[in-house]
């Protein structure tokens, strides 16, 4: 079953640069690359950029279950043992779709992209798509989107994944065919068209180099048996890019039988460089084995996105769950430990409840005598009444002038008005003057004093009394008021 | 709503069931893959169950059961922080300084005014004492304390050179807190001729009898 295709073909040419540059994640991991156009699979192992072994299969291969069933002889005759594959695919199921998106913004154009796909999911059924913009002469935001139903490749999926194959990368067979474009048209900036047939499916892509897309398009036309269909199809895409693109295209390279060759020359060789070639899907895929998974042309790219976040997040709830659980076991059985440690004491506690209810009524008598005493220190010493009126006598006796003379003293304490009152009258010898400063001095300092005196309003009276000629005046005073009043 | 709710259940049940390259895996496949989250979340479910439906319920019961041995435990250590012995001592030695102080009883008041009245003569001044009202008949002045309104004359004996001075010796002496004896008047009146009359109303505190407040 194994072709021997590396001897049959040309040698592969040097890997191209990969667009995205990442591919070296990839350079030492063997991968398994499977071209699936048409109805005509073929396969190879990659290690890095360098090809291992080669197979293709006899017969045709149409749908999935054909696929499934000549995959155990492809594993088998490349013996590999690794997991990471790669699909070029064409297929009747796989749609390619120019669409014009609004060219005034990215996010407008992604938009309206994802609006074109979301109506094809309503007509058709959820594809798995990607898009890839095209250039022309007009500039506008042209986009060709890939679309690939989903059912379909999760049954392709299921196939590899049975056969323990992850696939990571799906490509359309434009990808590889931009690489022949820069292969023809080398440093030149100039327009190719490529067309290849593979079991009667043909693509034709007119291209620039760097990868720079024009346009391209997929029609059921086999070149042996329908040679001059595919020179005319051929020859309206070179009509097509001229006249709606303003693109002359003055080289083709063709893959395809020779018949179609011929009929292409016959009708577009006017003025054109026409290369012709065996179509060679092991180079093909050699040419995309470098390229990256997270390659905005690989048609899963965002599948796998989606579904790594989506291991992630279950790895996240599952670790948090997990956690959660754990903690919530152990908070458990610290409960249960904390509750074990409070039975012990509590049982500890009960063996001293005679004792403690004995100390109970004794702290509780002893309370009681201390509130007793307590309430009878604050009544014995709340009930006594401050010195006020032996204190007030001394204060004035002291601050009264030799001159002066006490008639009255009279100090009193007012239950009804809580306060002490106090009077005083008196005489008080020499001049008038004199005798209003003594008084006005004692009077500030028995305010002044710790009795506090307020005098009344009223006030003191002073009057000269009748005294015999030749004696000194003699006034007579009297004064009142209370202490302790503020 | 019902239908949001569906999809939002249909997309969980996706995300928890989702076998990677097997759509359409059958029950029993997606259940397993449902397995490492759905067993703590059951896992996670029991045991907030069993933590509020059992295992709270009886931790209350437990602790409703001992609450009163509990509660006596915490009223016995705060009487012990609050009553200590130092503190009763320190308060009984303060009570029986002031209830030393006070007279036994309303009984006691003749001899008290019988040691003022010595007193008085001592310093040259005659004293006589006048009671207000019934002395056996005064209410308490409060639980414990009780005091007796007295009225006092003092007018210095014949020969007495130094009236003021000793007045003011005698009235000191009055008003020591050791004495039960409170001034709450004092009316002093001197003539021309120097004749001096000192008028004083007094407060004399007694010990209500109580066995319990003992000197």
Known sequence: MIAPLAQERPAAPAPLPTRSGAGNAHSRKAALAIAWLGQSVEAAVFRGAARVGGWASSGAVATVSDFEAVLGDMLAALEFKGTDTLLLLEHEQFIHRVESAPSFSEAAARSYLQARVARHERECGEPVWCAQRTVSARQDASFMLHLLPTAFFDHLNQVLASRGLTLSRVYPLIVPLQYEVDAVAGAADEPVLVAAEMSGVTTILVGRSGGRLTFARTIRASWADEPVRVGVEVNRSLLYAKQQLGIVVRKVRLFGADAGVEAVRARCSEGREIAAADPHPLDWLQSIAGLAPHDPLNLVAGHLRRNRRRRLLRAGVAAALWLGLASMAVSAWSDGLARRAGAQSFAALRSREVALRADLDRLTRRREAMERDRKFISEATGLRMPPVPERALGYLAAMLPKSARLAEFKVAWDPSESRWAFHAAGTIEGDEDDAHAALDQVQQQLERSPLRAHFNETPRVLAALPVPPDSPSLFGFNMGGTFFED | ?215
């Open chain 2, 1 to 215: 709503m019902k239908i949001e709710s569906a999809k939002l259940f249909r997309r969980g049940w996706s995300l928890l069931t989702e076998v990677p390259g097997w759509p359409n895996a059958p029950i029993a496949v997606r259940w397993r893959r449902a397995l490492p989250i759905a067993l703590p979340a059951v896992g996670m479910l029991v045991l907030t169950g069993w933590k509020f439906a059992i295992s709270n319920p009886g931790v209350e019961r437990e602790l409703a059961s001992r609450q009163p041995l509990i509660g006596l435990e915490a009223k016995v250590a705060g009487l012990r922080i609050s009553c200590t012995t130092r503190a009763a001592t320190d308060l009984r030695d303060r009570a029986s300084g002031a209830a030393g102080a006070l007279m036994d009883g309303a009984q006691d008041l003749d001899g008290r005014l019988a040691e003022l009245g010595r007193n008085a003569s001592a310093q040259g001044w005659e004293a006589t004492f006048q009671g207000v009202g019934n002395r056996g008949n005064q209410a308490p002045a409060a639980t414990y304390v009780g005091c007796v309104p007295e009225k006092a004359n003092f007018r210095p004996a014949a020969g007495n050179p130094h009236a003021w001075d000793t007045l003011l010796l005698i009235l000191d002496r009055l008003s020591v807190p050791e004495q039960p004896i409170d001034l709450t008047s004092l009316t002093i009146r001197a003539d021309e001729e120097g004749h001096i009359s000192v008028d004083a109303g007094l407060r004399v505190l007694y010990l209500i009898a109580d066995e319990k407040i003992t000197k």
